[in-house]
């Protein structure tokens, strides 16, 4: 142990595609493994795995591929951002595949994860939208608001039929305005919503991130959204139907209007955070306890070491001995 190590508990990840060019929505089991692996060198203990828009089948697919792998505790279930997306805000989810929800859909997800699904994303000014908050909500998944176009009124409806979460604030969602709060005035004011944040440096000034971490009083959650690039070489790659192209280790669509989720994992926005004077009981809460209250779990037995100099994760096991 030196002195710029840190004994934290494991990370929780609610929002992560994938990792060393495999993407949970399409990959095999053997190679979420790998993803999974790959994010736990970094201090990621517990992961959700998200599943981007495909066609209704490739979903159900997905599901049953990925469910197998909660069952046996590799991953802490499954998250579905899409198909019920808006699309004017849907980033890298391809419009094709983006529609409103059914309640016959949302059986049929819910059927095909046999209680693995923990987590769907859905814009809630969508016809039927509200009514699969509901019956999501009673399910027992917790419905996270994101890719909206809602004004606030329809926010809080949501958040009164069961939305709990904000799928990464302030992206895939209108700005700020004081005479339009939208998605955004609601994940902050709102003591209901625990609020996503990505703080990899780009999907986030940092002036915004301490904006969202003010705000919202210890509801704010790290989450990654790292893609199938994290852990590779620049170039180009696929998600939710979308062309990406990976440059400097920013994810863009390939024609460039918008960000493609991360390459980074939770442990750079832990450091970040501690680096812009974040007081680390709070950096600790944002990158593991609040995520395990969204998903009903208790706190984890994992610790890792992070050294703050090199970012080096190692099992506090290994620095114990």
Request: glycine share 10%.
């Amino acid at each position: 142990m030196t002195a710029h190590d840190l004994v934290v508990p494991g990370f929780v990840d609610l929002h992560a595609h994938g990792a060393l060019g495999h993407d949970f929505a399409s990959c095999s089991a053997d190679q979420a493994r790998a993803a999974v692996a790959h994010h736990a060198g970094r201090g990621t203990t517990t992961m959700v795995a998200s599943i981007a828009t495909g066609t209704p089948d490739d979903t159900v697919a997905a599901l049953r591929r990925l469910g197998p792998l909660v069952a046996e505790g590799v991953l802490a279930g499954l998250h579905l951002e899409g198909p019920w997306l808006s699309p004017a805000r849907r980033g890298a989810h391809a419009a094709g595949l983006l529609h409103a929800p059914t309640p016959a859909e949302v059986d049929r997800y819910l059927d095909a994860a046999v209680g693995t699904l923990r987590i769907v994303t859905i814009a809630p000014e969508l016809p039927g939208a509200l009514d699969a908050v509901a019956r999501l909500t009673a399910a027992g998944v917790v419905v996270a608001i994101g890719h909206t176009d809602a004004d606030a009124d329809t926010v809080t409806r949501a958040v009164d039929a069961g939305a709990r979460l904000v799928t990464h604030v302030f992206n895939g969602m209108p700005p700020l305005h004081h005479r339009a709060p939208g998605p955004v005035g609601v994940a902050l004011t709102d003591p209901r919503l625990h609020v996503e944040a990505i703080v990899d440096g780009h999907h986030l000034d940092d002036v915004t991130v301490d904006l969202v971490r003010r705000s919202t009083g210890g509801r704010m959650v790290l989450v990654s959204d790292a893609m199938a690039a994290t852990g590779c070489d620049d170039g180009r790659y696929r998600i939710a139907g979308s062309d990406v192209v990976v440059s400097d280790g920013v994810a863009m669509l390939a024609d460039g209007s918008s960000l493609a989720g991360s390459t980074s994992t939770v442990l750079d926005g832990f450091l970040r955070l501690l680096a812009a004077g974040t007081p680390l009981d709070e950096a600790v809460d944002a990158s593991s306890g609040r995520a395990l209250a969204v998903l009903g779990l208790p706190a984890t037995p994992d610790r890792i070491v992070v050294d703050t100099t090199t970012g080096r994760v190692r099992p506090h096991t290994e620095a114990s001995a």
